[in-house]
């Protein structure tokens, strides 16, 4: 089975009101893990990506707080591209998926909640490294 398998899109509870609208998350709820960080990005310059690799066990939930910009996940042999515009959606990505986000608009703030804390370890940011670790964690029979 593939990890591309176990991408999924999110979506959190809406409050409307004439004075706006009001989303929120609690872990374990309404993304499938304990929050252990979060980060946001924002002042993306024009034509700029980010990303550009995967984890071999963080999960993240990709938020799209304001604006919009395009995620393009594989995992070597597939491929999707997710379009993120709405604050109350969130796509939760597993590890072994690959992906690299593209077509910031202007003002957009993209929230990552995580299931584990920072460490460098966990990333994979060698594309040919990252189809040989899926190869033979995902792939291999």
Known sequence: MSP???VRILEFPKVCDPRGNLSFIEEAIHVPFAIKRVFYIYDVPGGASRG????????????????????HLTDGHTEKVITLNRAHNGVLIPPG????MHNFSSGTVLLVVCSEYYDEDDYIRDYPRFLEY????YFSS
Do not use: F, K, Y
């Not at 550009?52 to 995620?71: E, P, Y």
């Open 52 to 71: 550009g690799h995967a984890h071999r066990r963080n999960r993240q939930v990709l938020i799209c707080l304001n604006g919009s910009m395009d995620l």
């Open 134 to 137: 899926v190869e033979q964690n």
């Open 97 to 100: 998926v690959w992906d690299s």
């Open 4 to 6: 591309l398998d176990n």
